[in-house]
């Protein structure tokens, strides 16, 4: 790939929302557009190649259809990009209701990624619960019309947005009627994935962002949210990262997990996650962690269809019985 970039990011706050960020919604200014990284030609040719263990292809029922209890299962179906040319999938993305996630671009993205750890990088400077060793961003290329589902993500998270127009509903953090303690244990131990049952009653408590590009948005750790992107092809990157914090709460919500699971004990909550229990307890999921008491499973992709290049925009269903497991990097 020969993508070459020199850009340097620039970030802007809204005044005296530094203190706020990582623990309210906070929409933040950056100028990623202006690296020229994000056109379709160079899109394209990202996408051309791109090794299969580190792309998402994903499809869904339309925005409106989702029933309460709906399991992501029955909503989100895994797929292929079947050698398309990388202009042709960019088409077809246009065209269809797909979700494109580029994972992995520290190992075949840099140019990408040193965007991302510069605009990071900058977030953290402006406030230190927002600092990061580590972090895993994704390019999400996605359809009009597509959408993500009720999720919660295991980390903080910045989601630079580049192209189109994306409505994010975000809830409220520690709601149990909505996320729960066990549903986040449930997640930790690898029971469950991220996305979570949904109840469209409870958008009328919720907060609605429509992210333009330009724009890059954050919310509280745990704050359950979903994205419908509006009428255009969308272009974002999802960077999720972890602090201290947010790594001691899911030690404990990992130790409270075998509390209940193992002794049959309810557990404190993992919110109190300071103090000698909340210490104990981190050090707990940690050991517990390392021991395999549980060990934590990924619930398995299976490939469910490849787009079709006779008719851009529509797919080849793969039945059942000829689906295999998509293995991730
Ligand atoms: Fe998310």
Redo the contacts with the bound molecule.
């Keep these: 790939m020969s993508i070459q970039n020199s850009h340097t990011p620039k970030i802007t706050l809204p005044e005296n929302t530094a203190e706020e960020l990582g623990k309210k919604v906070v929409t933040l200014e950056h100028n990623f557009l202006e690296s020229g990284l994000f056109s379709d030609e160079k899109l394209a040719i990202l996408i051309e190649n791109y090794p299969r263990d580190c792309y998402l292809l994903t499809t869904m029922t339309e925005q409106g259809s989702e029933q309460v209890g709906q399991s992501a299962k029955q909503q989100w179906f895994q797929g292929d990009i079947n050698n398309l040319s990388g202009q042709e999938v960019l088409e077809a993305i246009r065209k269809g209701r797909f979700w494109l996630q580029i994972r992995r671009m520290d190992l075949h993205a840099p140019e990408y990624q040193d965007l991302v750890n510069n605009g990071l990088q900058q977030v953290g400077q402006m406030n230190p619960a927002m600092k990061n060793t580590k972090h895993s961003p994704s390019l999400l290329i996605s359809s009009p019309g597509a959408r993500?589902l009720y999720?919660v993500?295991m980390g903080l998270?910045v989601l630079w947005h580049m192209r189109g127009q994306k409505r994010v509903w975000l809830y409220e953090a520690g709601n149990e009627a909505q996320f729960s303690e066990q549903d986040l244990e449930g997640i930790v131990l690898g029971e469950t994935e991220e996305d979570m049952p949904y109840d469209p009653e409870w958008d009328k408590d919720a907060q609605s962002i429509i992210l333009q590009p330009g724009q890059a948005l954050t919310w509280p750790f745990l704050s359950p949210?979903r994205v419908d992107n509006l009428d255009e092809m969308n272009v974002s990157i999802?960077s999720d990262f972890l602090n201290g914090h947010v790594r001691k709460r899911l030690r404990v919500a990992y130790a409270n997990g075998i509390m209940r699971r193992k002794l049959g004990r309810t557990p404190r909550s993992s919110k109190s996650v300071d103090g000698l229990v909340g210490l104990a307890k981190s050090v707990a999921g940690v050991v517990a962690k390392k021991s395999k008491l549980h060990p934590v499973k990924s619930p398995d992709r299976m490939l469910s269809f490849r787009l079709d290049p006779e008719n851009i925009g529509e797919i080849i269903k793969i039945p059942e019985q000829e689906q295999t497991k998509i293995t991730q990097l």
Aim: zero cysteines; hydrophobic letters at 35%.
């Design positions: 993500v999720h993500d998270n949210h999802a």
